[in-house]
Structure formats: structure tokens, C-alpha cells
């Protein structure tokens, strides 16, 4: 056990994590040469082209020190987003230590310190490495300065590399194995593993990322999954290289995987402690949350008759998501779909994109909603996250919707513009404070409506990318909404229609009229966008239609020309969306939600 | 009335016209010879094909066939007859620039059989023919056109408008000089301005512009309305004819999918869902046919989902509509009750045709239903 070291590496994005988690990868040898690719743990499609970690991934690297002694390094790949917070929380907790990086020319950030905060609260030894020291522009002593002033680290320890060009990689696996501390833990006690992760594989069914706390497990033993009491047998257990390699036990201190005839990955919860049946731990490992979806939207295939195709993906996508959740729905507009729990919006954008680039599906997804909780004249309590069944305005006594904590980093002088936003976006009883010079944090009690209404793209851009937020929870209030909708030639686009903040209907629905306008190309009838609560038109707009679309001479029978047009066109088309008569483009469906809020 | 079209592409100018993306090159006298050569091979290859041994019409097109001599013709039609039988050609035509027209000439290409002249006028406003780079006087075209008319051709007048230093007054006075020659035909196109012309490269320059799309379509508009005044039938988006029997025939049979050969370079050729189109090149052409191989660049076999797209879009351009069965897809009976609504179409025996308002936009009236 003295041997294990289980780490992670933070950063603000951008600052060089993945890359430097590939050098430390190929260090070690772990992968041959020739089958390296960059950035290895990213292994989704869309986090290679994010840029951002998503899923973690695990890996366990051989290292032998300088000490002469042979160690194992556990590599713990976290996510790297707010909608993910509580599996970030779940994988560092399975860490001894950390290795915080911070870009040598752009110096510490709002995600530095968050994530510094985060490793913090699993009281984690924290090693600062400053990368990106190649660079010109690389200002090393003033970002040691910051280590010391501003994160009150020990900038002696800081290690100096680039990951790029390789340098620094020995020392900061040589300091991993000095200053990170060896797991504690017992191996005689009863097991207590934290459950960080769980994949699919479809022929061995779920495989288990955890932590091992105390005790052992090996195949054959069987376990309980502390939260739900549910019992399996082990199959197998083993640590991550690069692919699964089985061992013939995991004990205190170790990180790996178990195979335990688990079918479904929903089974498994994140953050849930695993023990042996026979010998069961008397209390589970602390900080379990269950994991609920706090966004919803339908998704719809463009083309109906592509509903079965859609059902199977969501089906195989949702083996590998536990946080996501769906279930049947329909729309006069747009016929049989799903409506769908995310953890946060970029979740949402996450399945969305999945579900387009790997399971090749074209889908339309309705705006997003929090659930809403209406009290009616009969004293019934109901909860809405679909407008489809906003209930009857007569019939409603009293709404509440759902307010987070939400903190905001930024530097110091987008102060003013921050609060403006908050204010403008219902947040109330704002505290601040700067934890470091030119740094301020703000907190507010602010709606998750309006959080996930384009919050995460104003910030950035009032803060000209320099802001970061998080947010959690925390209670229901009253509030006053209306369900608004908006017709298209005079027909309801149920899909468009959304439950909102009623000071800000109008405001919203002058937006959306002109984001449609926008949004939907011109075409060969008129168009008339509206947008009304209950039978009142409060804001309208209107697509002129083309005056002249026709090529004067088809010359000398060359039809070709023409139809091969009509046949891409008609390609482009799987992305639209016939609607009545006017045909509209899958990205208007969600670019009602990208409106500036002036 | 269904057999097939033929049609002749002669590639050559004596200069090019800054609007024209056609192909064609400025000839010299040994390329036309070459050419001649070439096109009589290519005629052989097709002199035992079955499905292409009679022709309903012939219609020899460019570039400008002007240019070739009277010998030079008369060689031309001489080996087209040995080639293939046209004992039911309805309909013959040549086109013309006012400057190759002589009595003479006409005579002659009456005597072949010829009996369709389509005249390349352009315009009767010596501006707009300036502009337009056209090389004839308004007295030449006058004068060629009555040589034309007492020699007893259907005559179809080429017009060109939309062209931005012309105002409705200045284009409804041409339409009006071309009416006073009765003409059996007109063919009115709106100018469109090509990335590849010289007109193209002005516009990139900002030294031309197109007009408004807004006064495009009032000039169309209003450019039908005046000639179905004058008793004319607007039967397809550009083309007008006195009356049914005046219809292009040749034309229509692009237009409704009938077979057509077509030989010279760039010629499009049409058999049995499969179309084909010769090397656009003059030199690549006369090689392929020196080397007794077909001259053709692309060919391919169209599918039923194509083949569904072209009779829609085809449909939409002519006066006889889209028979309703093509229109099938999603939604479709609600958009063709708005388009009915917005006066584009109108729905006739199971047919759904475009009005004038819809020929106008009937470019983008496919991808509703395909």
C-alpha cells in the first residue's frame, strides 16, 4: 500500500490537462509508441473536440522512482464542467493528493481556485505545477507569486514543465511520489469501496471505477451497494491500463474496476459505497448524493419515421449515463419523442451531440425547463417540467420554482457587470468577497430558470471569457409564471412553447419572435411568427417570402445541374423540420434559448 | 409527337458575350472543319442504336450555328440524314444572330428543312445592346427579321431583361418593338449574372449590379401579364408562344423527360433514365471522337427518388404542372393548401401548376415535397 499513489490533475480549461496527462502516460510506457494518441483519456468524440473531459477515465501507471522503488500510480481523469460537479467531488475523493496546473502566461484562474477549493474540501495534498513554461510569453515568477500569495501554497514545491515539449515530466511523477501521501486504509476491515464511475460494455455488462477504502474483494465475493441494499457477485476484478487487466483481488488503498454481472449501469450510483454481504461495513463512506436532473427537454427525430431509430440510441446512450433520464412523449408538431432529465445544460448539449455524431440521429430538442411546482384550488401539489401540461392558469393558487446558490469568479472589475446580470436574472441577496487580489466571488440566490437560460454565454461574454460560476441546489420559493407559446402561420409549435417568469414574458417573446425570424430561412409563403399567452398575442414577426427563386433557362436539356442542387437541398432538409407548411430548421428549436437578455 | 429530340451544339462565337456561361470558344476557320470531322463521327456511333434512329425534332443550338458556312451546313445536314431518319421532324430549328442572317442563308437553310429560327435579338434599345456586348444595329435586326418572316420560319425572338439601366417603360417599349413583328414565339430571360462571366467579375468589381430581387420580379410579373394581353401563352417560367401549335417542341421535351440525343461538346443527352453529357472541351472532344470513342465525360443512371425530383421540378416550370402523386411528403397536402393560399399554384384535374407568381419562385417550390 505504501507503494499506491492516487491522484488527479485540475485545472482551468485550456490550462493543459489533458496533454500533460498524456506525457505522464507515455512516460511510463504504458502505451507503445505507435498507438499513442493524443490526448488518451478523452477518449469521446466530443471531448476531443471540447477540449473538455466529460466521462473519467481511469488509468493505473508503473513507475520506478528514483528511490529505486517500484510504484503504482492511479491516474483519476475528473470531468471537467459545473454540471458535473458532484462526480468531480466523487473522484477526487478517491485521491490522496492532487496536481494542480496553472498555465505560466495566464497565471491562476476562477477554475483554479475553484478547483483548489474542491481538492481542499477532500483535504488533499495539493502540488502546483505551472505549465506551458516553453511559451514566450511565460511569466514563471509572477505566477510563483500568485502560488504563494494567492493560493497560499509553498511555490518551492511548484514544478516547472511543459507538457508539450515534455519537459518537467519526471519531476512531477517524482514529487507524486514524494509528497502525495500513501493511501491509508485496512485490509482486515470490512470493504468499503467508492463507487467514482461506472461504464457499459456490452458483452461484460457494467464495469465499477472505485476506490478501495478498507478491506478486500475478489471474484466470487458477494457485494451490496450500501444505498439500495441490491446484491451482486463479483466476476472480476482489475486495474485500468489501457484496457482492463484482471487481478486476482483489489485491497485498501487501490484503484481499479469490478465486473459483477450488473446489466444496467443505472444500478450503480456514483458516490455509493460497495461492501461485502457476508461482512458488511457498519456505515457507509460519507458524501453519497443521489444524482437528480434539474433540466428537462424533449427530443424529437427530425423525421418521424425516424422514432424507433432514436428509441435504440437513447437506449445504448443511456447505459453509459446514469445522470440521464427519459421517457416517452409527444407533440402535435413534432409526433412521438422523449422527454429527457439532464444534470445541467451542457449535459443536455452532451447528449445531444452524442446522440448526432455516434448514434448518427438528426433530433430537434425543445427548450429546456426546470420543474415547476404548482399548488391548485383544490390543494393538489403537482410538479410541471413539460409546458405540454401547464395546468389550467384558472386553477392555479400558488407556482414555485426551484432557486440555486450560485457562485460566480471573475477578476475584479467585470464586478459591476456581473451584478447587473445577477440582478436582471432574479439573483437576490448577493454577497461578495475577493479571495485574492483582482479576484472577486459573488453569490447570489437566483433562479435555475435563468441560470440555464443562456447564463453560462452572458457571463462569458460580460466577463470576455474570463468568469466562471457553480451553483447547487437549494430551495423551492413562489414565483409567477405563464406557459407562453408561439404560433407559426397561426398553428401552435407545442415544441416552442415554454413556462417562464411572467415580468419577463414580453421581453422573452420580442426575443424569440426575432430569433425565429432570424432563424428560419426565407421561403416561397409568407411567414408569420407569433408569440401569445393563452389567446393574447403579445409580440409578432414576419418572414417575407422570396419574390423571385427560379434560374431563367435550363439550356440545352442539362437538368442535372439543377437536380443535383434539389438532391443536396434535399440532404440539408434532414436537418429541417416541416411544420404546417413552413419548414424550420432544426437550430431554431434551441436558438430561442441563445437571445441576448437586453 | 413523343420521339425523340436531336440537338446539335456549335461551339464557336465570333466573340463572347459578357452574360453567356455557355460553351463556346472564338473559332478559327481550321476548328470548324476539325469540329465537322468530329461531329460526323460522333453521328456514327449512333447510327445503328435502336432507340435513337428517329428523331420528332431537331434543334441545332450554341455557341453560334450562324457561323458555319452554307458548305459547311449542307455537310452537316447531308450526313445527319444519311445517319438518322427525320421523315417526322415536326420541327427544325436553328438559332441565329441577327449579324449571320443574309437571304441567302435563310434560303438555304430552308432548303434543309429547316423550318424554326430562333434569333438572338436580345434587345431593341441600343443601350441595353451595348451593354449587353451584342454586335447588331436596332435597322439590321429589323431588317433580318422581315428577310426571316416572308421566307415563311416560325420565328422566336431571344429577349434578355432585368438588366439594371433598364426601367419598366424602357423594357415594356422592346417588348412592344418585338410584337410589331409578330413573332410566333418569344423567349424573354431574365439576366442572370454568372460567377464566371465577365459580367461576373464586373459585379465583384461593383462596377455592375444585378437589380433588386424585389424589381426582377415586377418586371416578370408584369412582362407576362403584357404578353398574355397580347394574346400570348405563357407556358413555361421564360417562354411564350402566339399558341399551343408555336410551343418549343423541342423544348418541351426536356421539359417533360422525353428522350433527346445530344452531340457536340457539352451536349446533354437523355435515354431511358440514364443521362449522359459530352466533354465540355472543344479540344477534348474532337480528340475523344479522332480516337473513336464517345465523347462522353459523365453518365449515370438516374434513380427513382431522381428521376421523381426532376418531374417535380420540371413540373413546376412549365404550364402543365406536377401530377398530384408526386407530391407526397410529409405535410404535403397542408403546403399545397398554403401555396394554394399565397396563389403559387393552383390545383387542376390531379395536377398541381404553378401560376405566374409561382414560376417566379418555382425554384424553391421542390424541396417542400421531395
Redesign the interface.
Known sequence: MENIRNFSIIAHIDHGKSTLADRIIQHSGVVPEREFRNQILDNMEIERERGITIKSQTINIPYKAKDGKEYLLNLIDTPGHVDFHYEVSRALASCEGVLLVIDASQGVEAQTIANLFSAMEENLKIIPVINKIDLPTADIDKVKEQIEKELALDPGEAILCSAKEGIGIEDILEAIVRYIPAPEGDKQKPLTALIFDATYDVFRGTIVSCRIFDGRIKPGDVITLMSGNSRFTVEETGIFRLSRISVNELYAGSVGYIIAGIKDVNEVKIGDTITLSTNPASSPLSGFRESKPVVFSSIYPV??EDYESLKDALAKYKLNDAAFVYQKDSSAALGLGFRCGFLGLLHLEIVQERLETEFSQSVIMTIPTVQYRFTLSNDQTITIDNPLYYPDPSKIKKCEEPYVNITIYAPEKYFGAIMKVGMDRRGINSRFNYPRQGQVELRFEMPLSEVIFDFHDKLKSITQGYGSFDYEFFEYRESKVVKLDILI?GEKIDALSMIIYEENAYRRAKGICEKLKGTIPK????IDIQAAIGSKIISRSTIS????????????????R??KL??K??EG?KKMK????V?IPQNAFISVLKIENE | MNKP?L?I?IPFCRSKCPYCD?YSIISQEEDIEKFILSLIKEMSFYKNVELCREFGTIYI?GGSPGILSAKQFFRLVENLNKTFTFSSVSEFTIELNPEDVSKEKVMILKSAGVNRISLGVQSFDERDLKFLGRRHSINLIKNVISIIKSAGFILNVDLIYGLFCQTENTWLKVLNDALSFEPEHISA????IKENTPFGKMMNEKKIKESS??K??DL?LKTSDFLEEKGYVHYE??NFARNKKYFCRHNM???ERIP?L?LGP?????FNEE?W?NYSSFEKYCKECGADRLPIE?K?KLTEQ?AK??KI??GF?TQNGVPEKYLN???AE??I???QK?E?INRVNHKIISTKKG??????????F?
Open positions: 423525421s418521424s402561420n421561403q416561397q409563403i409568407r417570402p422570396f419574390r423571385k427563386d427560379v434560374i431563367a433557362k435550363c439550356y440545352g436539356g442539362d437538368i442535372t439543377k437536380r434539389l438532391e437541398q434535399k432538409k416541416v411544420v404546417g407548411s419548414v | 429530340g440537338y451544339h455557355f443550338g430571360y431574365q439576366l442572370t430581387e424585389k426582377q420580379a416578370f417560367v421564360s421535351k426536356y421539359w433527346y445530344g457539352s451536349a446533354h443527352s437523355f443521362r453529357s459523365k449515370e431522381q425530383i426532376e421540378y420540371l416550370r411528403g410529409e405535410n397542408k403546403i393548401k398554403q401555396l399565397q403559387l414560376f417566379l419562385v418555382s425554384g424553391g417550390l421542390p424541396i417542400y421531395i
